[in-house]
């Protein structure tokens, strides 16, 4: 059974940054395309960013473009979200998800091609 724990949300003021941490154990995870998503009150779930199973693509939903990066470590199972310039209106709960299948290529953006999903870590932007 796979788990993901997300950690590092928290309070911040506009302008700040936050780093996103998930560390993922019960299956290879070097294999496996990850994701961030984030779902805002009353809004539904939406992709935030994804990285390749060996950190050599990435992806990001235009409204974190130059601001959020994404990142691995296979050593630690860990995938990160440095989060810089944060803005209001990235106030949500994030989560970290893990793609069905291992050694994908395609990129995937839906809630519905990643089977595994942590609790989600808060985040606050105050203004």
């Known amino acids: 059974q796979v788990q993901l724990v997300e950690s590092g949300g928290g309070l911040v003021q506009a302008g700040g940054s936050l780093r996103l941490s998930c560390a993922a154990s019960g299956r290879t995870f070097s294999s496996y395309t990850m994701a961030w998503f984030r779902q805002a009150p009353g809004k539904e779930r939406e992709f935030v960013a994804r990285?390749?199973?060996?950190?050599?693509?990435?992806n990001y939903v235009d409204s974190v473009k130059g601001r959020f990066t994404i990142s691995r470590d296979n050593a630690k199972n860990t995938v990160y979200l440095q989060m810089n310039s944060l803005k209001v209106e990235d106030t949500a709960v994030y989560y970290c998800?893990?793609?069905?299948?291992?050694?994908?290529?395609?990129?995937?953006?839906?809630?519905?091609?990643?089977?595994?999903w942590g609790q989600g870590t808060q985040v606050t932007v105050s203004s």
């Open positions: 998800a893990a793609d069905r299948l291992p050694y994908t290529i395609v990129v995937r953006t839906t809630t519905g091609s990643y089977d595994y």
């Open positions: 990285i390749s199973w060996n950190g050599g693509s990435t």
